[in-house]
């Protein structure tokens, strides 16, 4: 004999209806022509309580497990905790407590993106390193752009939220709502613009060259010494538009060529200490989840963050070269994590 089939949706949402209307089981049956034992114990079941729930008592983890989860998070970064507890061969730990127990040994962080170096990005910037080891970094001009957003990096929008307080709604637009192009560079303890790359310009060597004119060379370096540009060494990426054929003749015509003109090793973000200026930017427009309606309003708070920082933090950053450079030889070309 077949096994009989459960009630659908619509025959329990009828049951409940005839009951309410006086009807019995065994008419119930016959409106819905079906056996009267499944309407009965359907009856039955809806009737029960729902049982209380009995906590069982929680594993206890003793302090040889707490060694060996400590090793295994340690091999394995990014892993979720029921991994880390299974590859230790410890069952039974409940998700909450298995998460607390990691949060006094680890933290929950995103991977790091950086760009990949092979054997002959290592080899060049360790030449880059060996050669620049004995240079004068507080003469050296470090530049580069920087894109942002009205909305900011994602994952940035989080923080505390007390108990019985909604999150804050937070607008949702394609390609974070648009963004601006910034140029700026750091010198010793000088903070050199920002300078604002005009709206729908794509930097190819020739605007790029254009805007240098317009902005760099016109507003800063025309009003410095003829010392100050002897000994100044200009430093920008292997960006296309900086390192191209017409970029470099445009700049030696401006009299930066040659020695001047600092080579850059490729895949080397880490080792150009204006990126670390830009975090502080982005760290201080972006804070509490900040969203901007505007790209005049994302550029006037670029503009009030870069004044907020100090000489001594700018020297703080340029005189962090010569540790750079150590640390990317004793690494043998990787990356120094700064």
Known sequence: MGQKKDLTGSERSKIVRYLAEGCSSLKIEKLLKRDHRTIKRFIHNSQQ?????????????TAHELRKVKRAAAKMPLATSLAIFQSCNITGVPKSTRC?????????????????????????????????????????????????????????????????????????????GGGVLVW?????????????????????????????????????????????????????????????????????????????LMTWPPCSPDLNPIENLWSIIKCEIYKEGKQYTSLNSVWEAVVAAARNVDGEQI???????????????????????R
């Open 49 to 61: 309580s729902r049982k209380k729930r009995v906590d069982k008592p929680r594993r206890k983890i």
């Open 100 to 176: 607390a127990i990691l949060r006094d040994m680890a933290k929950v962080r995103k991977a790091e993106r950086r760009p990949p170096l092979n054997k002959t990005h290592k080899l060049k910037r360790q030449d880059w390193a060996k050669k620049y080891l004995k240079t004068d970094f507080s003469k050296v001009l470090w530049t580069d752009e920087m894109r942002v957003s009205l909305d900011g990096p994602d994952g940035w929008a989080r923080g505390w939220i007390g108990k019985g307080q909604r999150a804050p709604v937070r607008l949702r637009r394609q390609q974070g």
């Open 315 to 337: 020297k703080t950053l340029t005189e962090s070269m010569d540790g750079r450079l150590l640390s990317v030889l004793a690494k043998k070309g990787g990356y120094t994590g």
């Open 184 to 260: 700026a560079g750091i010198i010793k303890d000088e903070l050199v613009g920002p300078f604002r790359v005009e709206d729908g310009v794509k930097l190819n060597s020739q605007s790029y060259c254009q805007f240098l004119e317009d902005t760099f060379f016109k507003q800063w370096y025309r009003k410095k010494s003829a010392s100050f540009k002897k000994n100044m060494i200009f430093m920008q990426d292997n960006a296309p538009s900086h390192a191209s054929k017409y970029s470099t003749a445009w700049l030696a015509r401006k009299g930066i060529k040659e020695e001047k």
